[in-house]
């Protein structure tokens, strides 16, 4: 019985005979579809996507929103602004940077109107009902001294006396509650008298000084001597659910004396918060056009489960950096050189306010494009309009398929807050949408009419391996059944309405054919008890909505460009599999095995190339699909199938023959 080449997915597809292997191997072309049956379970989806459409929220009309909190049906607003208004309303009330507003009906709450004299920078839901703590730069509340650290009722606006913060001698920018400890990040050198140089921690029923942060930040990022120079401190924190780890980003290079170049890890498990001692990277060590800024991270978002965070940044499309990006990091990885598990670049827009939920990453700015690692302020090849708002995934940080975006984009959304009912953001913009939905500077996304992320799960052995005929003018597969050690007899698929002979490499995930053609695009097909759908061409590079649409910056358009991989379809591409966010594949004359990450959910597939060789050489390979944590593929000089173990995504040890029949 003759050998294929296997591709992943739900019916394994091969595409070609052993002896029809060498034929195809001049072709370049090695069709195998990989496995088709029964997939995996999809992974428990606790949030959807939320809906691109905006609900009913307040209005703030001038100034900046840079902090959000909800408190049952309320939601409260801080920042920069002096002036509101209701949803529905064209009458404009004063509100002295806090709101607050009913979540339900975007209404005003009428009673509630302190007048503060500076930013407020941090909300969070107070220790009791209808309170909120609020921070900032502000020293007086309706002419009243207060601190920094403030308690308000948000039924009538009024200051909760009972709550005494101690005084804090510089500007607050974050604040994180867990358990009965409030954890406080910002530009100041001492709380209460004692010194705290970007840290600290309050009781957060009384507001009382707590001794229990007492770790210090030092040094400018930028300590070049020259260019931007900004006060030392922390801009953004926040706490694991658990509160075993505090992360914090800021305009620092030192905590406790270690080195910890804007972003540092707290062990807040003992008795003492202390620096980890075991996480640590140099990534953000670099200068990122120091003339403009001094530190160039904005904010930082745990997961739900505080397994990870990511860290968002500006300064420039500076190849090599993380300027400008989104980026993954693992909370309990230990060394002193940490890689990031993904990083998505905007090509050289900022990047701020980001917040994770179970399955998403919700990233503002004032990027055009994501996706960009290429762009330099331009859209580079794999690059897809983003305006201003983003969706990525928390697997492998790719776009998903939401792009409501905000046009025009101003210069961020600052914060978004994740609730029970949706997602807030506020921003320094009126518009959600290519000025489709007015929302001044609020903006609400409901988790109602929005979607479930398209499912990636693959084929589980035993299944079918779906094998076309490279070269062919025919539209018939050969199936046979495979149990990951023994092949079985081949039977036909009759007519499915595809010229395999024009495919390049096929994996099937989540009950959809994906296929690379020889017209240089990618298309996927439901596939289902042997019947495929209608073809549809995955093109998210130019979005209807968003295509053409001029970005407000020089002469540019949101339009995207096409990943270079579907140059690569009619001509060397020999193979593609799936596996864990990544499509894997093998070119024709090439050793090197590559993969880039890729999204069922939006289509879009990613911009960065990475080299998965691991030392071995695959000039003989031509790559057929993956089950569990096995890279199957086919050796073109023998037409044996084989196999190898995948460790980390990366092919590792020996291949193992596991079809040698002819």
Known sequence: MGWLRLKHGGPFVVTARPAALRAAARLAVALTIGLVGIGLPPSAHADPVVSPVPGRTAGALDGEVYALAKIGTTVVAGGSFTSARSWGS???????????????????????????????????????????????????????????VIMIDVTNGKRIT???????????????????????????????????????????????????????????????????????????????????????????????????????????????????????????????????????????????????????????????????????????????????????????????????????????????????????????????????????SVQNGLPLDWNPGRHTRGEAAYVFLAADDGVYFGSDTEYVGNFEYRRPRIGFFPYLGGHEIAPDNRAALPADIMVGSPGSSGDSLAVQSFDGATVGARSTLGSTGVAWGSTRGAFWIGGKVFYGNNDGWLYSRTYSKGVFGPAVKLDPYHDPAWNGVATGSGSSTYTGVVPSLFG???????????????????????????????????????????????????????????SGDQLYFVSRSTGQLKRIALVNNLPTGSATVVDASR
């Open 90 to 148: 064209t009458t404009a009330v004063p509100r002295s940077r806090i709101l607050a507003f009913d979540a339900t009906t975007g209404q005003l709450v009428d009673g509630f109107a302190p007048v503060l004299n500076g930013t407020v920078y941090a909300l969070v839901p107070g220790p009791a009902p209808n309170t909120v703590l609020a921070a900032g730069t502000f020293k007086r509340m309706d002419d009243k001294s207060v601190k920094r």
């Open 162 to 392: 009972s709550f005494k913060a101690p005084a804090i001698n510089g500007r607050i920018n974050s604040l994180a509650v867990q358990g009965n400890r409030v954890y406080v990040g910002g530009n100041f050198t001492k709380v209460a008298g004692v010194a705290h140089a970007g840290f600290a921690s309050l009781d957060y029923t009384t507001g009382a000084y707590d001794p229990f942060v007492s770790v210090q930040a030092s040094i400018r990022h930028n300590d070049s001597g020259s260019g931007a120079q900004s006060a030392v401190g922390v801009t953004e924190l926040d706490v694991t659910p658990d509160g075993s780890r505090v992360v914090a980003v800021g305009n620092f290079k030192r905590v406790d004396g270690l080195s910890r170049d804007q972003v540092v890890v707290l062990d807040t498990s003992g008795a003492q918060a202390v620096v980890s001692p075991t996480w640590a990277t140099s990534r953000f060590s670099p200068y990122c056009a120091k003339n403009a800024f001094d530190s160039w991270v904005r904010d930082v978002s745990f997961s739900p489960d505080g397994s990870f965070f990511v860290v968002t940044t500006t300064g420039g499309p500076y190849a090599g950096t993380l300027c400008d990006s989104a980026s993954r990091w693992e909370t309990y990885a230990t060394g002193t050189s940490l890689e990031p598990t993904w990083v998505d670049w905007s090509g050289g827009d900022t990047l701020w306010g980001v917040e994770v939920t179970d399955n998403v990453v919700y990233i503002g700015g004032h990027m055009r494009w994501m996706n960009n690692i290429n762009g330099r302020d331009s859209a580079g090849q794999g690059a897809v309009a983003r305006p201003g708002i983003a969706a990525l």
């Open 568 to 626: 690569s379809f009619n001509s060397s591409i020999t193979g593609l599999a799936y596996s864990n966010g990544r499509v894997y594949y093998s070119s024709a004359g090439s050793s090197t095995l590559s993969y880039r990450y890729f999204s069922a959910d939006s289509g879009i597939v990613g911009s960065e190339v990475f080299n998965a060789s691991n030392g071995i050489s695959w000039s003989d390979a031509n790559i057929a699909f993956t």
